[in-house]
T-cell receptor, first 112, second 116 residues
Framework: EAQVTQNPRYLITVTGKKLTVTCSQNMNHEYMSWYRQDPGLGLRQIYYSMNVEVTDKGDVPEGYKVSRKEKRNFPLILESPSPNQTSLYFC???????????FGPGTRLTVT | GENVEQHPSTLSVQEGDSAVIKCTYSDSASNYFPWYKQELGKRPQLIIDIRSNVGEKKDQRIAVTLNKTAKHFSLHITETQPEDSAVYFCAASKARGSGNTGKLIFGQGTTLQVKP
């Protein structure tokens, strides 16, 4: 089954404790992205990747890091999480930069 | 930077009526405009998209129109049904050089409620 998976689905953590949210896709897609969703602000792109070892900043990259060492995986790293990073995070993949985005199930992160 | 404005933020219609959601974009180089639907507690899913070389596209009860001169595009849903109730997001992107960047700017979302 073609899918995008994210882990964990829910996470409560404390300020400053490094965390990683994993994202994996089995569709051999070149493009992958991370978004955060906040009420009234819609979906905002954090980082995107056009292929292995090729990443670029989206609209809200501050406080986040990503890596793309393998085509199928695109982890999101929060080196020192802060309460303003409390949000719903979605990973997505697509076969082209202007094609359908396939979203993962989402990760709800709470930073206290 | 590029910006996408979406209106209205909430929309309530009676079952069977039409619903229209409008978006404006700031970057005239934008050439790809998808619409996503997100049901409560679910992930966003693409429902329709349009490219800048086309003025209108239809798929059963949904249609999207694009006005490049005015830099706005709209989603039209006819004969609305309760299962159309969801949050709808518009988005815009542009190709950089000879390839696509993958950068996608979303609007703020419209919560559509279809009352039976």
């Amino acid at each position: 089954e073609a899918q995008v998976t994210q882990n964990p689905r829910y996470l409560i953590t404390v300020t400053g404790k490094k965390l990683t949210v994993t994202c994996s896709q089995n569709m051999n897609h070149e493009y992958m992205s991370w978004y955060r969703q906040d009420p009234g602000l819609g979906l905002r792109q954090i980082y995107y990747s056009m292929n292995v070892e090729v990443t670029d900043k989206g609209d809200v990259p501050e406080g986040y890091k990503v890596s793309r060492k393998e085509k199928r995986n695109f982890p999101l790293i929060l080196e020192s999480p802060s309460p303003n990073q409390t949000s719903l995070y979605f990973c997505a993949s697509s076969s082209s930069g202007q094609g359908e985005q396939y979203f993962g199930p989402g990760t709800r992160l709470t930073v206290t | 930077g590029e910006n996408v404005e979406q209106h209205p933020s909430t929309l309530s219609v009676q079952e069977g009526d039409s619903a229209v959601i409008k978006c404006t974009y700031s970057d005239s180089a934008s050439n790809y405009f998808p619409w996503y639907k997100q049901e409560l507690g679910k992930r966003p899913q693409l429902i329709i998209d349009i490219r800048s070389n086309v003025g209108e596209k239809k798929d059963q009860r949904i249609a999207v129109t694009l006005n490049k001169t005015a830099k706005h595009f709209s989603l039209h849903i006819t004969e609305t049904q309760p299962e159309d109730s969801a949050v709808y997001f518009c988005a815009a992107s542009k190709a950089r050089g000879s390839g696509n960047t993958g950068k996608l700017i979303f609007g703020q979302g419209t919560t559509l409620q279809v009352k039976p």
